[in-house]
């Protein structure tokens, strides 16, 4: 018997060898590379007549991508078995680690049997097992239990995990990146699940999914009764997979779920579809006739992009639902109108080029479909200057639009302009900022008579139009010490001047939700859109102040304007602008630490001091408990007939209390606080709840688990969500 001591190995090579002083190199190989075994050791013996290698003290074998440490390794080369002990850790080529007290190999160091042994997997899973067996790749383990939780607290102490499978016989396939249970059953909390039998998971750490049944979906809602949706996940390949989810219902019609997912050298795309045959809600209240017709209700949609080069892609996205009602009585989405667009860009760092096409699907119980514009196409294209000799930056731009209904009124519109900003600092400190526009539109209209607003409607036929302003501003910043911090005063005067423009011969089409706020106080253009133009010269004013100390941020923004000229408005009304003086708005925003986060916009009557605007949005507390509070009141007194600015009150709660480590209570509510002196067409009257939220969540390293109720109170017609109650089951850690 011959020994060595803390000596780098080579097993494999011929007997006679042994007796040989060994290289201190381990990567000694024979001819053929395939019959190397690799090891290190603190001690070596070998048993010239039974042909036994016993190594002892921190042993280390590799053969082929396979790995072996041990206490001890006993290799019989007659027979190509290893037997190892004491704190065993076999790793495979995929990173997969298998820890026993005792393990029986062959001279591969990848076939052969372990008992009690914990199966460490790359994707961060365990298996602890009574006994395994591998053959090639594949691992099966007898009595066994799965879960990627956590097993020990931070403070080492044993803790059970959060859920778990546990399984007559497990199978871990490395090259299907799947792990398969036969009579598999999940365990929540150390209790067993009955009738949630588990055949499968996928244990990829990248780009993962396998082929089988998810995890399902439980909910109760008072117009489906009870909901049971169990997805199938199909995947194709790694850039390609399928989801089917069927739903059963208690008291509608079961219904298909599908989505689709696809990933190419251009880019990405998704589809999507969810049908079912059953009552179709009639969306009309007035309707003395309850609708009992049956028929097929649907709902699709799909988004994509492809990147063709550098500098061109194509952008699309559709959502199209057979009638109105169906998105919500199924829970798809509480969205009352669905957008499809697509859009072709350009895009380098001076200029840009889009063409695009929209279209809209009215849900509102008043929305008339064939009167809903569809915008097509829709082209905009834009350069960026810099001319060398007169400085600052020049933007030209051209736009086409064409705006079609079935019934009702068709524009279509087009221009060009140019836009010249320098902006200078004087030795002072002012800031400068010099505009010049110009613009020249052309527009045409046909029936323009089926446009129920008149200020929306234009004249028929072809019209033209020249834009021009000039505009100048100056800020003057002071900056020093105050209350502890640095505070930052900064007076703003602006003048724009611009020549009389027509507009009521103009239709509007994108520019009438104007309203006078902080965003666009300074604006050139106070109108959104481009159908209208505020044509009167005017004199804009204002200060903004902000104050920062350690943990405490507070900025502010309060201004006017003036209007030069006397000549009646073109802006409706109580929007603030209708006046030579136009009503004070500002915004008020206030940080302290990451506790307090307030902010309040305002609209003040320049003539009795009323409040035209109070928005409030305040959130106080730490990520994990909190509360916020969304207030808006918009008392402008607009006349109903325009309906893109009716008056509205609404109040928003939210709230989240952690109150265990794991465990958190949330909520929320929409309350519509709008009266009828408010506007006239609303059913509030004065409180009326739009939806609420309860609910309770569980969250920890690789579960989450929820039960919520939610109701709606919206309606369409004869429909109503009425109350849902939610079960959500999310199990981290199963690769799909």
Known sequence: MVWWSALPMVLGVPAAAIAQPAEPD??????????????????????????????????????????????????????????????????????????????????????????????????????????GTRMGDVTALDNAIYSPCPVTTEAGCPRNPSWSITAAQVIHDPARSQVRFHGGRLRLFGVTVPLLPIFSIGTAAQGGGVTGWLVPDVSVSSRNGLELAIPYYRRFAPNRDLTLTPHLYTKSGPALEARYRHLNRLGAFQVGAFGTYSRIDDPDPDDPTPNTRRGLRAYFEGNGRAQFNPLWSLTGSFRVATDKTVTQRYD????????????????TPDSYISIAGWAFQGLRVDDVQRRIPIALPAID????????????????????????????????????????????????????????????????????????????????????????????????????????????????????????????????????????????????????????????SRVTYGLDWALDRPNLSISTTVGQSYRIRRRPAIFPEGTGLSDRF???????????????????????????????RNEVDLTVGTEETYAQIGYLRLNRDISAEIEDLHDKEELRLAGRVKFARYWSLFGATVLDLTGRDEDPLSLADGFEPVRQRLGIAYEDECLELGLSWRRDYERIGDFRKGSTFALRIALKGLGR
Do not use: C
């Open 26 to 131: 381990p990567a000694t190989v024979s001819e053929e590379s395939g019959d190397v075994v690799s090891f290190t050791a603190d001690q070596v013996s070998y048993d010239s007549e039974n042909e036994l290698v016993t190594a002892a003290g921190a042993v280390r074998m590799s053969r082929d991508g396979n790995y072996l440490a041990a206490d001890r390794v006993t290799w019989n080369r007659r027979s190509g078995e290893v037997r190892a002990e004491g704190n065993v850790v076999v790793v495979n080529p995929e990173g997969d680690k298998l820890v026993g007290d005792s393990v029986v190999l062959t001279d591969s160091l990848r076939d052969g049997s372990i008992d009690n042994l914990l199966v460490v997997l790359e994707s961060g899973g365990r298996i602890a097992a009574a006994r």
């Open 582 to 612: 136009s009503d004070f708005v500002g915004r008020t925003r206030v940080r302290y630490g990451r506790l307090i986060d307030l902010t309040h916009r305002f609209r003040v009557d320049k003539g009795n001091l009323a409040v035209r």
């Open 332 to 347: 798809i989405t509480r969205d009352d109108r669905l957008r499809s667009l697509v859009n072709a860009e350009r895009i």
């Open 381 to 536: 294209a834009r350069l960026r200057l810099d001319p060398p000799m007169i400085g600052g930056g020049i933007e030209l731009q051209a736009n086409s639009l064409s705006i079609l209904r079935i019934d009702g009124q068709d524009t279509q519109r087009a221009f060009v302009s140019g836009r010249w900003d320098l902006r200078r600092l004087t030795p002072w400190g002012q800031q400068l900022l010099f505009t010049a526009f110009a613009r020249g539109d052309v527009y045409h209209t046909v029936e323009s008579e089926t446009t129920e607003v008149p200020i929306y409607r234009g004249t028929e036929g072809w019209h033209t139009r020249g834009i021009g302003a000039l505009a100048a501003e100056a800020q003057w910043p002071f900056v020093g010490p105050a209350f502890g911090g640095f505070q930052r005063l900064v007076p703003r005067v602006q003048l724009v001047l611009t020549p009389p423009t027509p507009n009521l011969s103009i239709p509007n089409e994108d520019a009438r939700a104007v309203d006078l706020e902080d965003s666009n106080l300074f604006a050139l253009n106070r109108f959104p859109g481009h159908d209208r133009w505020e044509d009167a």
